[in-house]
């Protein structure tokens, strides 16, 4: 069993737990994510990681209540504990994986929005202990779902906040935030991570593209059995066929196919939908092991 530690509201529906998974904090890299099981009968819940203490044995994760699971899920309270919480999985960020003396040569802007600044904040906390100074630029609707504002201040070289009705900080979205800073402010940027709704990543990657700026997107959204059997998270990056949870999740954003991957998000909502990208996609439709006959 795993034990939640810390229980905090942050806005928006959004919830932060501190949960007591030595196993995994000891193992878990940023850009890495848990599945969460909260008994036996419950939904298997892909989430990124947020944060991990190693010392304390605890991974943080960050979650919104958009159905029956979470909501569930957010009644839990500290002191009570989930049934299961496997990790880590999927592949750590590219940028962590690089030569130190290499990455202090980029300048890096990250770009988040809604739950997406959580597995953006472990990224720029990792590139602050190892000496390397980023940009970020979180974006929301209005200043009331804004989240982790603070901790992200104290992690960045320069922290903007972009809102859509101008409520706090620049009005407009992180597209409007990444032209202010690049064309009328003349910042330079080596890379872009992107980081948040499909529909944003979707928008920021077009923009980079023009600008030329190599851009890293995180497609966790569209994750749901997080093995890569289940198929919901299969999408067209170039010529390749890959899957979020077992190649991913994240990819070069100027090479995904961000209007198929989001027309299947819709698609598997739904069993006739399912059924319908099953018979499309054949042998291709499942990761994982390959074998499973669609």
């Known amino acids: 069993m795993f034990k939640i530690m810390k229980k905090e509201y ?19 890299q940023p850009g890495q994510f848990v599945i969460v099981k909260m008994n036996e009968k419950g939904e298997r819940i892909p ?18 209540t958009v159905g029956a699971s979470t909501q569930e899920m957010a009644e839990y309270e500290e002191g009570e504990s989930f049934m299961d919480f496997v990790g880590p999985l999927g592949c750590p960020s590219e940028l962590i994986g690089m030569p130190l003396e290499d990455l202090k040569k980029e300048s890096i802007l990250f770009v988040c929005g809604g739950v997406g600044t959580a597995p953006v904040y472990p990224q720029v906390k990792w590139m602050k202990e190892h000496g390397i100074a980023v940009d970020v630029i979180i974006g929301a609707r209005t200043k009331d779902i804004l989240i982790l504002e603070e901790p992200m201040r104290k992690v960045a070289e320069n922290l903007y ?10 009005k407009g979205n992180g597209c409007d935030q990444i032209n202010e800073l690049v064309k009328n402010q003349g910042k330079k940027y080596t890379r872009v991570v992107a980081i948040g709704p499909m529909i ?31 198929g919901a998270c299969r999408l067209q990056v170039g010529d390749e066929i ?7 999740p994240e990819f070069d954003g100027h090479l995904v196919d961000f209007d198929q991957a989001m027309l299947r998000q819709r698609m598997y909502k739904t069993e006739e939908g399912r059924a319908v990208l099953r018979r499309q996609e054949g042998d291709t439709h499942h990761g994982g092991c390959g074998n499973c006959n669609g």
Do not use: H
């Open 10 to 28: 942050l806005a928006n529906n959004i919830w932060l737990m501190d949960i007591e998974a030595p196993r995994v904090a000891k193992s878990c």
């Open 47 to 64: 989430l990124t990681v947020c944060d991990y203490d190693r010392e304390k044995g605890t991974v943080t994760i960050v979650f919104q």
């Open 161 to 170: 906040i972009a809102t859509d009705d101008g409520s706090y900080g620049f």
């Open 200 to 230: 944003m990543m979707k928008f920021v990657a077009m923009l980079t593209k023009e600008l030329q700026i190599p851009t890293i997107v995180s497609m966790n959204p569209i994750m749901v059995d997080g093995t890569g059997m289940c």
């Open 242 to 248: 890959k899957f979020a949870c077992v190649d991913g």
